[in-house]
């Protein structure tokens, strides 16, 4: 399976490069087959290269014990704290570091937007490695947290105060939902979810760069998709997406652990879950600012 996030859709836990997580998971007692991307030997003795293969006569046949090294979702927790834990120290450095007031604003937005420039390289960077990079990682994570920081530190003087608390507390709300909807089997990760999701994400991000495009030559607040009604609309639907990642997200990861993916790839898994809180986090600022403005 491959996810939304730019990071797994260029990587993942993929098997055969097609949708592992669209089919059932490996079961107790089943021969493990070539749809295993980390089983070795071939599809038809997997164990034929495998120095750990053992004959299990309570199935009638052969099972391999569990991998070692695997990725288990501590692995995935610690690393994902990790990369998280880098984004908020960055945030609040730069908060701090990088005054908004009006002698400094022009300074300070200068180097956030030049930290966005650095970790959307180090992003494309990492997505195009064939394994993940933990330094690149963790680079991207404390570049995003300053761009962080000096946003939320503007909408936080100019706007409003709580709007950025507000901004935090709904993306754990989210994040919390759709992991409880994952876990009770609310939220099903087909193939069909998965064409929607890709297909609105496009539209979404289309339109955006529209209103972008508008916006650059024409003046103003381009086409309206970042104020008023339709601002508020667009956010709506933005953090409806980033919550349709994460939950291909957490199937991303859920099918990782049941194939026995290298535990290196739990990097991979902290990144593109850090990848997709921050936009979350984005549309809730964003959503937040809007309303707050027009109280």
Do not use: H
Not at 12 to 19: A, I
Not at 50 to 63: K, L
Not at 98 to 111: F, H, Q, R, T, W
Not at 115 to 137: C, D, E, G, N, Y
């Amino acid at each position: 399976m491959r996810s939304s996030n730019p990071v797994f859709s260029r990587r993942g836990f993929s098997r055969d490069n097609g949708y592992a997580g669209f089919n059932a998971a490996p079961q107790a007692g089943a021969p493990v087959t070539g749809a295993d991307p980390y089983a070795q030997g071939t599809a038809a003795n997997p164990y034929a290269t495998n120095p750990y293969a053992q004959q299990d006569t309570r199935y009638g046949v052969p099972q391999a014990p569990a991998r070692t090294g695997a990725m288990t979702i501590d692995d995935v927790v610690t690393r994902t704290a990790i990369t998280l834990g880098t984004v908020v120290l960055g945030a609040a450095l730069a908060w701090a570091l990088l005054p908004v007031d009006e002698a400094n604003l022009g300074k300070s937005y200068g180097i956030a937007i030049g930290a966005a420039l650095v970790a959307f390289v180090l992003s494309l960077i990492q997505s195009f490695k064939r394994k993940p990079v933990p330094a690149l990682i963790v680079s991207y994570a404390a570049f995003e947290g300053v761009f962080l920081g000096v946003i939320s530190s503007a909408v936080s003087t100019y706007i409003g105060p709580g709007v950025v608390m507000q901004a935090v507390l709904g993306t754990m709300c989210v994040f919390a939902g759709v992991l409880l909807a994952y876990k009770m089997r609310w939220i099903r990760v087909t193939r069909r979810f998965y064409g929607f999701v890709m297909a609105a994400a496009m539209g979404f991000m289309l339109l955006m760069v529209v209103n972008l495009l508008f916006a650059v030559f024409g003046g103003g607040d381009g086409l309206g998709f970042r104020s008023g009604g339709l601002g508020i609309l667009f956010g709506v639907i933005g953090i409806i997406l980033g919550a349709c990642f994460l939950a291909l997200d957490f199937k991303q990861v859920e099918d990782g652990i049941a194939y026995g993916a290298p535990r290196e790839e739990s990097w991979l898994a902290a990144f593109g879950l850090t990848m997709t809180l921050v936009w979350i986090y984005l549309e809730m600022l964003r959503l937040f600012s809007i309303l707050s403005g027009d109280d």
